[in-house]
């Protein structure tokens, strides 16, 4: 089997997606409540029964606030830096199984090549993901890169180059900063996090990104975590356009909040 995932969720109120391999089901995130994250895995197919592990980006709710409820499942093995481990285990009711990185290293787990990256968000230790499956030398299983990058207020150069050399890169497209400024329901204050150094990547930063590190190997490119209010859709496909038409092989999908995917092989 090759490697393939879902999104199961992305957004404000929750984000989670399934990695699969031949020998791996990895959860990257669990922002959402166990039972809620069943549902999603029943819906396609899987279970949290047969999921293996749980990687972690950060320890905001929207990203690892059904860790608690995962408490029926201890045979899950959980990976995330010191920092992270440490913010979640302080509101969990039980020990989980951590499995603790530094970030910025590469480590293997069963047949992924896992590499970390530190990433600009106003967490404790945030991180980027970038998941290898296959080996160059072995022509039946070539090597399937999958690169994932979502909450970050900019992406400064080793973030770049993450991006580069992937098969699928899921990157986050927050907001379109005309609706932000314009919603009525944020104080200033909310408005200067969301859209600062450490907050989140508008559509028109994340245009200047793909643009900046566009590779001819890319073959699918997620836009994800929208905001509810302050984006659209229609708003992300507009500000990626250019960058569309440069890349006629790749398959561009923008990712609406609490949509779930189908399954994206990267055979």
């Known amino acids: 089997m090759a490697m393939r995932f879902t999104i199961l969720g992305s957004g404000s109120a929750g984000n989670a997606a399934l990695l699969v391999t031949a020998e791996a089901r990895v959860l990257i995130d669990a922002g959402f409540s166990a039972r809620r994250l069943g549902q ?20 905001h709710g929207d990203h690892a606030g059904g860790l608690d409820g995962l408490r029926r499942h201890p045979h899950l093995q959980v990976f995330a830096n010191h920092a992270t481990s440490r913010a979640v285990q302080a509101g969990l009711s039980w020990a989980a199984g951590w499995q603790l990185f530094e970030t910025g290293s590469r480590f293997r787990y069963r047949d992924l090549e896992v590499e970390t990256f530190a990433v600009p968000h106003d967490a404790q230790d945030p991180v980027a993901f970038r998941f290898t499956h296959g080996r160059a030398d072995d022509p039946a299983a070539p090597p399937r890169t999958l690169a994932w990058l979502t909450d970050l207020g900019h992406a400064p150069l080793n973030l770049r180059q993450c991006l580069r050399d992937c098969d699928a890169v899921v990157v986050e497209s927050n907001h379109c900063p005309h609706l932000l400024q314009a919603d009525p329901r944020r104080p200033w204050a909310l408005k200067q996090r969301i859209s600062g150094r450490h907050g989140h990547l508008s559509n028109d930063a994340v245009r200047e990104l793909l643009a ?34 440069t890349l006629p092989a790749c398959a561009f999908a923008v990712v609406p909040p609490g949509v779930t995917t189908p399954w994206c092989d990267l055979g």
Not at 214 to 241: G, I, K
């Open 40 to 59: 999603l895995l029943a819906a396609q197919g899987e279970s949290l029964e047969r999921v293996d592990a749980v990687f972690l980006t950060h320890e």
């Open 212 to 245: 900046d590190v566009a590779s001819p190997r890319w073959r699918h490119v997620f836009l994800t975590h929208l905001s509810r209010d302050c984006n659209t859709p229609a708003a992300v496909e507009a500000a990626l356009a250019d960058v569309r038409a």
